[in-house]
């Protein structure tokens, strides 16, 4: 069953790839100027609620680029704009990078999937000797992660440390996302190639763009038009610029730094078939079959999103994103540096997709936003109405998910008032709701109001027994009153 599973996903990914590629495919038409400001009121109203420093965006529908636009800040300190020279870290989207430089070495006879890892790499274990690069490629190696490890470690010492690990589950059993495996492609690639896997793959995949493209996992170091990722420091209420660095282990996981007319030019030349020939993308954004069948996931390719609205590809540090919908000849990057509370690149996505082709539109998850925007620009009683009007026209949509994140943001950023009448809100329209309840609870629990907390985190466990957060917190106001009653 497993293998007819896979051999029907295999023929579905290659229709979509036959379907967009036919030259004789009709093409729909585009209204770029009414997508545009579509795109546009939704992603400055983005910028605006989650704070969200500065961005750049480009949509490419049927081989032309619907939107392009750069927004806010790069650097917040000096108030200097993105702009086309802005160059973005992507972090984990290198590793698209990474899977397609992987995959021009077996397209040329260099590399195959099917090789043991240790062909190439000298001095594994026993139990890794038959780990195949396939499985660093679908992260179903099991491997270790050396990010588990002391990152002043050298390499021969991060190595020595892993080797003496156990594997964390049998080869190709399930996905288990992981960079070892990229470090040991990167390596992999270099003994390949006997060169740095940088030039490499800036010679193979941006050899017109090599001065607008570097490897650098290090964000310390100022690097001309680079934008710094921020970070929000909750203690200051200001963004901070993060200090992460992962040496040059990291190059091939999360290492590329670039700005978005590059990624728009290697977008273009691996659609037309200039990085990779037809049947080898075919297979690197093929599902890997998987033993417990549990994740859908190409070679290093994501594959997200309901049956008939799939795209694939990854992101990266909650800041950046490559995704294309093959059947529907759409792409969506963004670049960004930062965020407030917590990413938005698959909400956006979702979103920007649903504007640009109805057939891929989420309604409910694209009206949850709406909903949760809403609630974030406008004071709460016109937030309110607006909720109202759009909840009076589609009565059949479960707005749960945006009144779950939009009350937690609120009470996460200690703005009490507001996370109660939205939570009470939540009450009122989800009455059996345990998160409901443990939400407000936590509201009255912070403002130090025990009695109407202790109420509702004793709702929340009449509905789901099971909640730790409520027990624990009902233990917590006991102690309190026990001592007020003691000091009195």
């Known amino acids: 069953m497993t293998r007819v599973i896979f051999i029907f996903s295999l023929i579905f990914v290659n229709f979509f790839f036959l379907s967009s590629c036919s030259k004789s495919q009709p093409k729909s038409p585009v209204k770029s100027e009414q997508i545009n400001k579509e795109i546009d009121d939704y992603i400055s ?15 490419v529908k049927d081989g032309k680029i619907i939107h392009k636009k750069n927004y806010g800040l790069a650097n917040i300190a000096h108030k200097v704009p993105v702009s086309d020279s802005t160059l973005f870290r992507l972090y984990s989207t290198t590793k698209l990078i990474t899977a397609v430089a992987g995959f021009q070495l077996i397209e040329d006879g260099k590399l195959s999937l099917e090789d043991p890892i240790s062909k190439y790499i000298e001095n594994l274990p026993e139990s890794w000797q038959s780990i195949r690069v396939e499985h660093l490629l679908t992260c179903s190696s099991g491997l270790p992660d ?64 090599k001065n607008e493209v570097f490897f650098a996992s290090n964000s310390l170091v100022d690097y001309p038009n ?70 859908p996931f190409g070679y290093t390719w994501g594959i997200y999103g309901p049956e008939g609205k799939q795209y694939y590809g990854f992101a990266g540090g909650g800041v950046s994103a490559f995704m294309k919908f093959i059947d529907k000849d759409l792409t969506i990057i963004i670049l960004s540096n930062g965020f407030k509370n917590k990413p938005v690149i698959a909400t956006s996505i979702t979103y920007i997709s649903g504007l640009m082709d109805n057939s891929l539109a989420r309604k409910d998850r694209m009206l949850n936003e709406d909903v949760r925007l809403a609630f974030m620009l406008n004071p709460y009683e016109n937030a309110l109405k607006k909720y109202q009007q759009i909840k009076n ?12 994140g939009i009350s937690h943001y609120f009470l996460s950023n200690r703005k009490i008032d507001k996370a109660i009448s939205i939570f009470n809100l939540y009450i009122q329209e989800y009455p059996k709701s345990s998160y409901a309840y443990d939400g407000l609870a936590e509201s009255y629990f912070m403002s130090q109001q025990y009695d109407l907390a202790k109420d509702n985190y004793e709702k929340s466990l009449s509905f789901n027994p099971k909640n730790k957060n409520a027990i624990l917190k009902l233990k917590k106001i006991e102690q309190i009153t026990n001592a007020n009653n003691g000091y009195k």
């Not at 964390?168 to 060169?195: A, M, P, S, V």
């Not at 290492?255 to 990085?275: A, E, I, P, V």
């Open 393 to 404: 026209k589609n009565k059949k949509t479960n707005f749960e998910r945006a009144l779950y």
């Open 146 to 209: 050396y990010k588990d490890f002391n990152k002043e470690l050298s390499d021969k010492e991060i190595f020595n440390a892993l080797t003496k690990q156990s594997l964390k589950f049998e080869k190709g059993y399930q996905y288990e996302y992981n960079q070892t495996n990229y470090w040991f492609l990167q390596l992999i690639i270099e003994k390949i190639t006997n060169r740095r896997f940088e030039d490499f793959v800036k010679e193979n995949q941006f050899k017109n763009r």
């Open 45 to 59: 109203s983005l910028i605006k609620a989650d704070e969200i420093p500065g961005m750049a965006l480009a949509i």
């Open 226 to 295: 680079r934008v710094s990722k921020y970070q929000y420091n909750s203690d200051y209420n200001a963004y901070e610029i993060t200090t992460f660095e992962d040496g040059n282990r990291s190059l091939a996981g999360n290492g590329l730094n670039t700005n978005l007319n590059t990624l728009l030019d290697w977008n273009m030349k691996l659609d037309s078939d200039q990085l990779l020939k037809p049947e080898t993308k075919r297979l690197m954004m093929s599902p890997f079959e998987y033993e417990n069948n549990s994740f």
